[in-house]
């Protein structure tokens, strides 16, 4: 009984009371190259930030519009929805205060990878859709974490501030996934587990593009990795 009870409540996992470490929902950290080339690229880290908030609350949008029925999903997923905006909002503040003009990016490999994997059916697509929204909200939250201390004051204080808001992020998308595998019978560990590979795969594997959620950097001028 009182696991069902802490399992359902998405309005604990919106105040972040359950939230877990992203690396216990991950399956490999970020390579530290990774963070050595976010250092150095902060114009591009800022431009494909501030479009990963922006596609952040288009992804809880279009969820609302495919379940709309579920209040509670719809519910919680607008409250997400408005601070992923405001998210935005304040990317964009910085880019302007930092002096440092837009670009159009084109967007990495990542989500278009996690999508491929995704359920064409239903139940199981809901479940695949919310876990995907969970792993994606947990390695934003773990790279925060991670670029903080390397970056300058006014761009660290603010990941720091974000670390914290996705981490309530993947622990709502979670407690939407564990509610909809429970009341559908499915079997979430084993879809988390197929899912927390691909992702892993894309966010540590070569990736001749940077951007937030790209994979380990490649050496340029070199076929080696490392
Ligand atoms: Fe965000
Ligand atoms: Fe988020």
Known sequence: MRRTARRWDSDAAWRGAAA???TELLRAPTPAAWFDAAAERQHELLLDHAN?????ASTALALMFAYADDFELTRQLSRLAREELRHFEQVQKLLMSLGLPYRRLKPSRYAEGLRAAVAT???ARRLDLLLCGALIEARSCERFAGLAPRLPAPVASFYRGLEE???RHFTLYLALARRHADRHGLDIEARLASLAGTEAGLATSPDAQFRFHSGAPQVRGSSSSS
Request: net charge negative; with cysteine; proline share 14%.
């Open 121 to 123: 059916g239903e139940p």
């Open 165 to 167: 808001s996705e981490a």
């Open 20 to 22: 877990q470490s992203p």
């Open 52 to 56: 990963c908030e922006k596609k952040a």
